[in-house]
């Protein structure tokens, strides 16, 4: 008898050890946002960690900051590249502003987020213009900005709302500025370049500054914080990845402020890959990666295609029995039309991040926001084949006696068949372009050599994944025509040709 528990003990025991060693085996997970710099950091922490003897994934290009920071606090990443004066004024509201690193240390601690020391440099935002067009106009600081009320600005999209970007900035310097546009970080550099913006925000260790031969405007009044760049890192790892986490506070004050835009430029204008680029940093060798064209599409293709078609299949799920609900019930129905016309009127990128409080980020929060995108065309399109019925039909079909559900699978359905079909084919179109923006929150797809390639500025790399999802979408539209000629009925098919 006493030997019976032990035994049962030892059992357990052996059984959880690949458990736990698969556990221990997991790779940290280190995020980074939509920008070079980011990219370039998180590599350099990945490669870091493998030196130390920590294997160590990279989450590439995973949006802004709130998408990064609430994959922190949630546990979808491990660690991440940040900025000192984004955790002050967008982050950590209660903080002062000119807070130290060792005060921002404290407030996260409770977070259960660690930070480390300053990696070296201080990459500030800046507001910055063609040289030539500022020496023409005058303008050396921010304050001379407010004597030229006509100037057209072109901001980042997060910089626009910001608690440290435009909205402050135009309070603190009273700004007269009403022509702010919205623009990509990337794509504003060749907004003013080309004179279609007047001025637009810098990073001060972008490698585009003197590229572009812009003029970094002085902050006179001193409006902007220091941004020194730290890694954040859940505080977890401190017991499940102390290697990483000595890898990663091993980082700070190695970086200086040219290396990073040294290795900014290498990326931005000479092309070279942020692995390779990191690698040569710490002097080390890159771990080349072996995925070529055709396996990267390959790859792409199949995490593309699981999104589409599990967000597909569960909106037919839900969506046909709706339809024919509406149907049915013509007042409740109104009500179902209108609730799915609402989800498909919020922005397709808003929905995505709206997932991610939900379910974290990756291939669920992303198969969810275009499970809901799929709802509306196929309830619509089942509930207007339903509805479109000849009365006369369905009177015919009562008068043979046949009960509601006969009635509902054997001929109103075969007769709206073309018509749901129809609707979920445009949902699958629909899907398939969409998902392409899930690569914001990493899923992957097609969207992810998209990004990468407006990121560095290559055209090659946005091809890579726009051409493989129109042609998918053209797939997608083709198979379900054949589709639609198989199920919908004889009759149906030859009324439909005459």
């Not at 080349?288 to 792409?300: I, Q, S, V």
Request: hydrophobic share 50%; proline share 5%; charged share 20%.
């Amino acid at each position: 008898m006493t030997r019976a528990p032990a035994a049962w003990l030892a059992a357990c025991v052996l059984l959880l050890l690949p458990a736990l060693a698969w556990a221990q085996a997991e790779p940290v997970r280190v995020g980074s946002k939509q920008f070079t710099e980011s990219v370039i950091l998180g590599e350099i922490a990945r490669e870091s960690a493998h030196e130390a003897g920590a294997e160590a994934v990279h989450r590439r290009e995973l949006g802004g900051t709130s998408i990064l920071w609430s994959a922190l606090r949630h546990g979808d990443i491990d660690a991440y590249p940040e900025y000192t004066g984004t955790l002050t004024h967008e982050l950590l509201k209660d903080v002062a502003p000119d807070a130290d690193i060792a005060t921002l240390r404290e407030r996260l601690r409770p977070l259960g987020i660690g930070i480390t020391g300053s990696l070296g440099f201080d990459n500030s935002y800046a507001i910055g213009m063609r040289a030539d067009r500022a020496v023409q106009l005058g303008i050396r600081r921010i304050s001379d900005l407010r004597a030229h009320p006509g100037l057209r600005l072109g901001l980042s999209n997060e910089f626009m709302d910001r608690g440290d970007g435009w909205p402050g900035l135009r309070r603190h310097y009273g700004l007269p500025q009403a022509q702010v546009s919205g623009l990509d970080h990337t794509l504003s550099y060749r907004a003013v370049a080309s004179g279609a913006v007047d001025a637009i925000d810098l990073y001060g260790t972008d490698a585009e500054i003197p590229y572009y031969r812009l003029r970094t405007l002085a902050d006179d009044m001193h409006y902007f914080p220091r941004y020194e760049a730290v890694y954040l890192y859940r505080l977890a790892l401190e017991r499940s990845a102390p290697r990483f986490v000595e890898a990663l506070r091993g980082l700070a004050g190695r970086i200086g402020e040219d290396a990073m835009r040294g290795m900014n430029a290498r990326v931005k204008l000479e092309g070279a890959s942020e692995s390779a680029v990191a690698a040569d940093f710490l002097g080390v060798r890159a771990q080349a990666d072996a995925a070529g064209f055709w396996l990267r599409l390959l790859r792409r293709s199949v995490e593309h295609i699981k999104l589409v078609a599990l967000s597909l299949a569960l909106a037919v799920l839900l969506a046909v029995p709706l339809g024919i609900l509406a149907a049915r019930v013509k007042r409740l129905g109104q009500w179902v039309l209108g609730l799915v016309g609402v989800l498909q009127t919020v922005p397709s990128l808003a929905m995505f991040v709206f997932m991610i409080p939900l379910f974290g980020i990756g291939a669920w929060p992303a198969g969810a926001a275009l499970f809901f995108y799929s709802l509306l065309p196929i309830v619509r399109n089942t509930h207007a084949g339903l509805a479109g019925i000849a009365p006369e039909l369905r009177e015919s079909a009562a008068a043979l006696g046949l009960p509601p559900g006969v009635r509902l699978r054997d001929v109103e359905l075969p007769m709206a068949t073309r018509s749901i079909l129809a609707g979920i084919k445009t949902a699958a179109v629909i899907n398939v372009g969409t998902a392409t923006l899930a690569a914001l929150i990493g899923a992957g797809g097609y969207g992810q050599p998209i990004l990468t390639g407006i990121r560095l500025d290559d055209i090659g790399l946005i091809l890579e994944g726009a051409v493989p999802a129109a042609l998918l979408a053209l797939l997608v539209q083709g198979l379900f025509e054949l589709v639609e000629r198989r199920l919908t009925p004889r009759g149906l098919r030859i009324e439909a040709r005459q």
